[in-house]
């Protein structure tokens, strides 16, 4: 059961996104409750979605390279922290540190006390259920003088944002950090149009579902009628805009009833939802996109088998 200022928001949000003319939309974050979640660890071990494994092996084999650019005793926080798996060798690069704090930031608890329990034994954990920003707020508290912050933000999540929505994000989070301290930021790149319709369009149809549970999702909590057979995943690829787009596209003329919206949403046969955008970059890019937000680009690594980058950015002064 969600709380109820989050619960209106979600109603605020699917009568924004469903009404009236134009592209429907929902956003994506509302992916994720406690199946979505579960369906998004299964896209991750997926053959044909490469992109966890190559941010998870880029920290396996440079996490200490990474975690000496910063110079002092170094803090961690991280943004969606997950099951916290990826971070291991992060965290057990700074086992020298007499002490070492690590800050796991998330809306989910779950996903929290699962983090907790993977991390504890390399550091003291202290989990933070919030927003990003405002768990930021919470860490730049809670930080003692001389320590310096190194910010997660893995998995290629700010591929999610509309790229001016990406660098005012990063802005804000420039402006919860000191100098000498550092974000290290993973971005999906640009790669075969081939490669990237099949990560988000698996032959297994775990994509399709996760995609499909938005509308359960609704079903559920707000109490409407969507008949999923009658939506169809589709990932599309736009090379001039770099993103892949997730859609749900009504394969009937139907009108969907949303009772806690108070909203009856109708479809013409063929028109669809975007439900995500997974933007994907050039190396070149992510260095404008740290410029633009108050950041330097100072080391990027890159994996091999999967176009991904991992970029260390220092704030500028
Ligand atoms: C969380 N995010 C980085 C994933 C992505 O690739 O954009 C979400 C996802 N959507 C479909 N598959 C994975």
Known sequence: MLAPALDNEFVRDVRAG???FGQKTLPCRYFYDAVGSALFEAITHLAEYGLTRADARILQTHAAEITRCLH???IVAELGSGSGIKTRPILDSLR???TLSYFPIDVSTTALAQCARELEPLAAVDPIESSYLEGMNEVASRRRPGEKLLVLFLGSTIGNFEPADAIDFLAALRTRMCPGDGLLLGTDLVKPSDRLLAAYDD???VTAAFNLNLLARINRELHAD??????QHEARYDAEAQRIEMHLRSCTRQTVRIAKAELCADFAVGETILTEVCHKFRADQIADMARASGFHLERQWLDEDWAFAESLLTPTS
């Open 203 to 205: 032959a297994a149809g």
């Open 18 to 20: 469903l009404s009236g």
């Open 96 to 98: 020298h540190q007499p």
């Open 226 to 231: 969507f008949n999923l057979r009658h939506f």
């Open 72 to 74: 002092g005793p170094i």
